[in-house]
């Protein structure tokens, strides 16, 4: 069965954000909104949050710098961890870190650390994973577009656990979405494990309400994303000249068509934006992260080798570790620490079962 209710995302994301949702939640508490706490159960049932936790983000607004985490030192593993007993099974990560020289092994590990893919996928789901393909400038060792093949592999894990389809989308602002497609090397990926490239157009944007917003009230969205039964956001983590850094919730940019609108309030409307689409698994692809010049690159130089894939069903929390990769705190980030205003994670790490593995 389907983890979701059996009406389209769309309707589902109206319904969390109605008092009569919040009604008949059990364990609602006080001063939550009717969405949060939504998503707060739906986490909760999932293993995501200890029970008497929620996703509300720290009272001082701001994240640790030395977060609690479990280190596991894969290549070490006999001498180190017990044998399993019949009964045990892991705990699934909050968050997820993973270091190794392969994306495809990394990818599939931090899944794997939040419980694995079945966790997120029903046999006959319509899935759909949103990268960044934000322009045909470049091909992957740049590091403006995210890599193929943590793409790739999302959609193969997606496929081996009964997916009917995986679409891989987005919405280019330099160059077609074609060329964009094939310049960033994840079509060409994406369709050797049997996913499909699908191209965002114009006249399929509806415009949604935004329950939750700030700033925005309104904006024209892509349809399919809304009424997927999964949305994997798969981010590449990497400078940009106006929101500071792009990461999970800027990368949501890419699903809805008035970009003019956006950047009159950026980071609070990144974060109400964040409160409609919401997907439900964010990827961070930090294998290689674009330290300036960004979001286009094109500088070999501004590019560094992080072999590091973080990831989290809370895009608040998997943005926050992210932003350390740059010196950062997520509360250096206003959308961010705006999207952990909104009830949409935490941005304290040291609250989290934050778990980092190396693989050898």
Not at 95 to 104: E, R, S
Not at 115 to 144: H, L, M, R, W
Not at 252 to 264: A, K, P
Request: with cysteine; net charge negative; charged share 15%.
């Amino acid at each position: 069965m389907h983890r979701r209710p059996p009406i389209s995302r769309r309707t589902f994301l109206k319904l969390t954000a109605t008092a009569a949702a919040a009604a008949a939640l059990a364990g609602c508490t006080p001063g939550q909104s009717s969405t949060q706490s939504t998503k707060i159960a739906t986490a909760t049932s999932q293993n995501n949050v200890p029970p008497g936790e929620t996703l509300a983000a720290n009272p001082t607004g701001t994240a640790t710098s030395e977060p609690a985490q479990t280190e596991v030192q894969a290549t070490d593993t006999a001498a180190s961890t017990p044998e399993p007993t019949a009964t045990s099974t892991p705990t699934p990560a909050y968050l997820a870190v993973i270091h190794g020289p392969d994306p495809a092994a990394i990818t599939r590990a931090a899944i794997e650390a939040l419980g694995g893919i079945a966790g997120f996928v029903s046999p006959g789901f319509d899935v759909i994973v949103k990268p960044n393909i934000c322009t045909d400038y470049n091909p992957p060792e740049y590091a403006s577009t995210t890599n193929p093949t943590v793409v790739a592999t999302l959609v193969s894990m997606c496929l081996e656990a009964g997916a009917s389809r995986v679409r891989v989308m987005d919405f280019p602002f330099g160059g077609t979405a074609q060329s964009a497609y094939e310049i960033s090397g994840i079509q060409e990926a994406v369709e050797a494990v049997g996913g499909e490239m699908h191209i965002m157009s114009y006249p399929k944007y509806i415009s949604a309400d935004i329950p939750m917003g700030k700033s925005l009230k309104k904006i024209r969205v892509y349809p399919d994303i809304l009424d997927a039964d999964l949305l994997i956001n798969v981010p590449i983590a990497k400078h940009h000249s106006a929101s500071r850094l792009t990461l999970g919730c800027k990368n949501l940019m890419g699903t809805v068509l008035d970009r003019n609108l956006m950047h009159g309030d950026l980071h609070q409307r990144i974060a109400d934006v964040t409160s409609l689409v919401r997907p439900d698994l964010t990827v961070v692809d930090a294998v290689r992260i674009l330290l300036d010049h960004g979001p286009t690159g094109g500088d070999l130089r501004d590019v560094k080798q992080m072999d590091m894939v973080i990831a989290s069903r809370d895009i608040v929390a998997a943005d926050a570790y992210a932003a350390t990769l740059f010196g950062l705190t997520g509360a250096d980030i206003g959308y961010i620490v705006d999207s952990a205003n909104l009830g949409l994670g935490t941005l304290d790490l040291a609250s989290i079962d934050l778990r980092e593995i190396f693989l050898g």
